[in-house]
């Protein structure tokens, strides 16, 4: 049960992600943290070019616990090519059904960082923090 | 996901068989057995390791007892009915307020006022005895190891008087050095607020010199006494603190009650905090008279089984030998030292152990704190990771969070020994499958 935790594709997530790192432009982006866990996260998409109400792609950047970066790069990997909307409308129960194991409550806050954080950036309607603070894609 | 408790069971008669690997006084072994909660596997076959003893301490039997025996014998109000119940629930409840006040050297028993722990404690200071004398364009002096409790009181005073903070800083490796202090006080300094053992680090504070030289200003000195009087490092009798701010769950007693221990004449210049019954001696619908020390400042029903308990384990530390239990706590954090520098990648924070008590701040290369935490749980090692209410602190160390691994008088080395073999595994979990993270 409490291996589940971490398993392999969970680290290879927090450690391999191909979505980690930054899109040459972004469209939408936002930053936030966990303040008592010290866990940041940076997340940013570009929208496709002929259908600008769809995700094209998405990335993260930022550092902490491994249930917090493995959900930020599950995240990348499911909205790229989903609608906006769609995305907007994402929940928890989505986020915790991606990550496949059960989440404590002082766990939750480390796995609905990232989905928090795109809402933020769809919200906002900015690119947020410009390229180049974190590490390349 | 279920977490199993065992639950709470008495400990057999024989001797617990403990291969230690520093002396520890047969009596520190034989102690174990009044804590019940140390006996029990946090799931089936693995046993509970604790070492967050600087969150909350284990309750020995003495003290379960005394509140279950209020609660099951003389469940009464204090200071109001003339019952027997209500006469042997007032006094069980004011001596454990005699009791306290002998633990920490006070003069007089009045200078003991209950609260909910060291944060209402400071809250208290700040909104009564600072509101009341403080004005804008005083300083008060605290320092970068602060816990949140005493920082935030401050900061909410200094926003709404326009008082102005200022902060000592710490060395590289975690001390407060008197000199630091003195650089940042000053002519305007009226309030000097530091804590006695830093609950991050485990730096020891050295009060007697920042208590000399902020006196030397006319400063008072507040000290936040929440890990540094379960260790017993602080008696009122010798050092001359103007207010001591502590928590009874962090010495063996019960959650809800804590203290504020104030010299007589800065309580009696006080204004209550908070108004209520109890804390008036005679009241007409235009104003009230204030009742005498302490209770001007305990309005309302105060939690009187917690206060009991506490006087219960404060008789429970008194009857310790604190010599030896001092020299065991240094011992294990020595033996810590030495056992955790054996594992590869652990970073211990804050001075060597001469400088400091039984707290151990962790930084684990490739494993992030909460990891860690969770991945010592499956061992049973319990232990605390965050930023333990000191956000300032790890903005100073550089580090987003940090695991804590804490001890008391019923730890031992083998309870490090099970710690240093958790924190291997999870290295060899997280950081040994690295590094695949492109660069």
Same mark, same amino acid.
């Given at each position: 049960m409490d291996d589940a935790f971490y398993r392999e594709e969970l680290l290879d997530h927090f450690d391999s992600s191909p979505h980690r790192g930054r899109l040459e432009a972004?469209?939408?982006? /936002?930053?936030?943290?966990?303040?008592?866990?010290?866990?940041? *996260?940076?997340?940013?998409?570009?929208?496709?070019?002929?259908? &600008?109400?769809?995700?094209? =792609?998405?990335?993260?950047?930022?550092?902490?616990?491994? *249930?917090?970066?493995?959900? /930020?790069?599950?995240?990348?990997?499911?909205?790229?090519?989903?609608?906006?909307?769609?995305?907007?409308?994402?929940? /928890?129960?989505?986020?915790?059904?991606?990550?496949?194991? &059960?989440?404590? &409550? =002082?766990?939750?806050?480390?796995?609905?960082l990232a989905l928090r954080t795109l809402h933020r950036a769809i919200d906002q309607g900015t690119p947020g923090a410009p390229a180049g603070s974190g590490s390349p894609a | 996901m279920g977490r199993r408790f065992s639950g709470i069971i008495p400990r057999p008669a024989h001797p617990r068989t403990m291969a230690t690997a520093v002396p520890t006084t047969p009596a520190l072994d034989d102690l174990r057995a009044d804590f019940p909660a140390l006996d029990q596997e946090v799931r089936p076959g693995v046993r509970l390791t604790y070492l967050d003893n600087a969150a909350t301490t284990l309750k020995p039997w003495p003290v379960i007892r005394a509140v279950q025996a209020f609660d099951a014998e003389y469940p009464a109000n204090v200071h109001r009915g003339i019952h027997t119940l209500s006469e042997r629930a007032t006094e069980a409840y004011e001596?454990?307020? @005699?009791?306290?006040?002998?633990?920490?050297?006070?003069?007089?028993?009045?200078?003991? #006022?209950?609260?909910?722990?060291?944060?209402?404690?400071?809250?208290?200071?700040?909104?009564?005895?600072?509101?009341?004398?403080?004005?804008?364009?005083?300083?008060?002096?605290? %320092?970068?190891l602060e816990h949140h409790a005493n920082l935030i009181p401050w900061q909410m005073l200094a926003k709404e008087r326009g008082v102005v903070l200022r902060f000592a800083e710490i060395s590289d490796d975690g001390r407060l050095e008197p000199e630091a202090v003195e650089r940042v006080l000053s002519d305007r300094t009226r309030v000097v607020a530091v804590t006695a053992m830093s609950n991050v680090l485990g730096t020891v504070v050295p009060l007697e010199p920042i208590v000399a030289m902020a006196h030397d200003r006319?400063?008072?000195?507040?000290?936040?006494?929440?890990?540094?009087?379960?260790?017993?490092?602080?008696?009122?009798?010798?050092? !001359?603190?103007?207010?001591?701010?502590? %928590?009874?769950?962090?010495?063996?007693?019960?959650?809800?009650?804590?203290?504020?221990?104030?010299?007589?004449?800065?309580?009696?210049?006080? !204004?209550?905090?908070?108004?209520?019954?109890?804390? #008036?001696?005679?009241?007409?619908?235009?104003?009230?008279?204030?009742?005498?020390?302490?209770?001007?400042? @305990?309005?309302?029903? !105060?939690?009187?089984?917690?206060?009991?308990?506490?006087?219960?384990?404060?008789?429970?530390?008194?009857?310790?030998?604190?010599?030896a239990v001092a020299s065991h706590e240094r011992s294990l954090m020595e033996y810590a030292h030495r056992r955790l520098a054996e594992v590869g990648g652990v970073r211990i924070l804050g001075p060597e152990p001469e400088y400091k008590g039984g707290i151990l701040g962790m930084d684990v290369e490739g494993v992030h704190p909460h990891d860690l935490a969770q991945l010592l749980d499956r061992h049973g090692v319990a232990v605390r990771a965050g930023q333990h209410c000191a956000m300032p602190l790890h903005h100073r160390l550089g580090l987003p969070a940090t695991a804590r691994a804490s001890a008391y008088l019923y730890n031992t080395t083998d309870d490090f020994d099970r710690l240093a073999e958790a924190i291997a595994d999870a290295r060899r979990l997280l950081h040994d499958r690295r590094p695949r993270r492109p660069a």
């Open positions: 972004a469209d939408l982006g /936002a930053d936030l943290d966990n303040p008592l866990c010290g866990d940041q *996260i940076h997340f940013e998409v570009a929208l496709d070019a002929e259908d &600008p109400g769809r995700i094209a =792609a998405a990335r993260f950047d930022g550092h902490g616990c491994v *249930i917090s970066q493995a959900a /930020a790069s599950i995240l990348a990997e499911q909205v790229e090519g989903r609608p906006i909307a769609e995305a907007r409308a994402l929940t /928890a129960d989505h986020m915790i059904q991606w990550l496949g194991i &059960p989440l404590t &409550p =002082a766990r939750r806050k480390c796995g609905l | 001596s454990a307020r @005699e009791k306290v006040a002998r633990f920490i050297g006070a003069a007089e028993v009045e200078e003991v #006022v209950w609260t909910r722990g060291t944060t209402e404690a400071i809250n208290l200071i700040a909104q009564s005895w600072g509101r009341t004398f403080l004005k804008e364009g005083d300083e008060i002096v605290l %320092s970068d006319g400063a008072i000195v507040v000290v936040d006494g929440a890990q540094g009087v379960p260790h017993r490092a602080i008696d009122v009798g010798r050092l !001359p603190v103007d207010f001591l701010a502590f %928590s009874g769950h962090k010495m063996c007693g019960p959650t809800g009650i804590g203290v504020l221990y104030g010299r007589r004449e800065l309580l009696e210049a006080m !204004p209550p905090a908070w108004g209520g019954g109890s804390m #008036v001696l005679r009241v007409s619908r235009e104003g009230a008279e204030w009742n005498e020390l302490p209770y001007k400042f @305990e309005p309302g029903t !105060p939690p009187i089984a917690q206060a009991i308990g506490l006087g219960a384990a404060v008789d429970y530390l008194s009857r310790l030998d604190s010599e």
